[in-house]
């Protein structure tokens, strides 16, 4: 059912792994997010603390320099008829991944802009719950990261969505949706494909 929903141009990206240390802060060196510890020592953010699935496909865009590797035992392609590059529909979960690409540059607060508006025309009358507004590093690059959900057709769905732009390229959204009662347990599958994901720079 909600392979059905048309989500616009809306947008996805990593939970951040854990460090041996206590994180103090992230800051953004060379576009690429680093972590601060509390012991005076620094990493580069991995991209989430799963690892990159064994058995792979690699999916690449033609627009933008990135490319994903999904496990095709358990993610197929999916058609939603939306703005997406590549749609892909989990096997087993009632799970979507879209991966977005636009040819024009836009700014990471306008692509914010852009997911909330696209997700309110989506929902009418109904009101979106911003749940989670910070960044992320994808890849070792930096992404706008927001989490929301909404009503959308009576169903209530939530959004994880990482949004970046690469100068001179393009602008890339990644979008993972699930109905919002199987959002915390797709958190393990959602990692994986952040993992799966290579920014090429």
């Known amino acids: 059912m909600i392979r059905k929903l048309l989500i616009g141009a809306t947008f996805l990206t990593a939970l951040a792994g854990q460090a041996l240390a206590d994180e103090v802060a992230r800051v953004e060196v060379n576009g690429r997010m680093v972590i601060l ?11 989430t603390g799963a690892t990159r699935p064994s058995n792979c496909t690699e999916i690449k865009s033609t627009v ?49 802009k852009a997911a909330i508006t696209n997700a309110q025309s ?8 911003i749940l989670k507004d910070d960044s992320a590093s994808v890849g070792g690059y930096p992404f706008g990261h927001i989490i929301y959900n909404t009503l959308v057709d009576g169903i209530d769905i939530t959004y994880d969505n990482y949004y970046t732009s690469f100068p001179d390229q393009g602008s890339l959204q990644l979008v993972i949706f699930t109905g919002a009662k199987e959002f915390d347990a797709a958190a ?7 993992a799966g994901m290579n920014v090429n720079q």
Do not use: Q
Request: with cysteine; charged share 25%.
């Open 64 to 112: 933008v320099p990135v490319s994903v590797c999904l496990d095709p035992d358990k993610w197929t392609l999916a058609n939603l008829n939306g703005a997406e590059e590549h749609g892909f529909r989990h096997k087993e979960h009632d799970l979507y991944f879209l991966m977005i690409t636009e040819k024009t540059v836009i700014e990471k607060p306008a692509l914010k």
């Open 188 to 194: 393990p599958v959602i990692s994986e494909v952040i």
């Open 122 to 129: 989506a929902a009418g009358l109904n009101k979106v719950n």
């Open 37 to 47: 510890n509390d012991d005076n020592s620094w990493e580069f953010a991995s991209d």
